[in-house]
């Protein structure tokens, strides 16, 4: 029978054209794992490197850089987890779990010559496993849709809404005052408005009184005055001009 996620369709991850192979030691109880304690300037294997996944499932190939020969894989179904550890002393450095077909697994020493190609194998892993943490979430969502709080848009009772179409709030429009305090005067009584005063002089319009004819000869010597009247008495002659003594003698 085919193991799981033999079928699937295979996508590439990372890969690294150089990474050397280490033979470690037993790893002791309680003590970190330490990359000085390998042969560093040993290895005893060098090759290429792909990660690739198949399903939710990600593996570490070793292949020949040639050939493209297996030499060995492993499959690693979480991280950060046994089948890929780091070491305490370099970034550099990975304990990987290998495995054959009969599922029989060993602890090999991996390393890196550039920190960034370390850093490149590091951020598949991490990037894979985030995206199988997110359909793990969308599956449990699909099969129990009712598990998850919905929205009660609906009206409670006794709540209305007001919709205004196409009307404007009116302003209220109120009549302006004066600085000083004084409201308009109210409309005199009847309806008719007094006329107002006469633009012309009281000098220009005065009438002589009727009663002397001493009053009409100071007016004639007014010569300012355009609209003097003359005396109403005719009988009056040049005769009896108050100034008739100072005439010019003959």
């Not at 280490?22 to 109880?29: C, F, K, L």
């Not at 001493?214 to 007016?219: Q, R």
């Amino acid at each position: 029978m085919a193991s799981e996620g033999q079928f699937e369709y295979e996508s590439v991850l990372c890969v690294k054209p150089e990474v050397n192979v280490y033979r470690i030691p037993p790893r002791a109880s309680n003590r970190a794992i330490r990359a000085a304690d390998w042969k560093l300037d040993a290895p005893d294997w060098s090759g290429r490197m792909r990660v690739v996944a198949r399903g939710k499932v990600a593996y570490v190939k070793l292949e020949d850089k040639m050939s493209g020969e297996l030499f060995a894989q492993a499959p690693v179904d979480e991280y950060p987890g046994i089948a890929v550890e780091t070491v305490s002393d370099s970034s550099r450095y990975f304990v990987l779990r290998i495995q054959d077909d009969n599922g029989r697994s060993a602890f090999i020493g991996i390393g890196f010559g550039d920190r960034g190609d370390a850093f490149d194998f590091n951020v598949a892993l991490q990037d894979h496993f985030k995206w199988v943490k997110q359909e793990n979430e969308f599956s449990k969502q699909a099969q129990a849709p009712d598990s998850a709080p919905k929205l009660d848009l609906g009206f409670k009772e006794g709540q209305t809404i007001t919709l205004n179409i196409g009307q404007s709030k009116k302003k209220d429009r109120t009549r302006p005052q004066s600085s000083g305090g004084l409201g308009l005067l109210p409309p005199p009584p009847g309806g008719r408005l007094a006329p107002p005063p006469s633009s012309r002089s009281n000098n220009h319009n005065t009438q002589p009184s009727a009663g002397g004819n001493d009053t009409g000869c100071l007016l004639d010597l007014d010569t300012s005055n355009s609209n003097t009247v003359a005396p109403s008495n005719p009988s009056v002659t040049a005769s009896s001009d108050l100034w008739g003594d100072f005439d010019s003698p003959k």
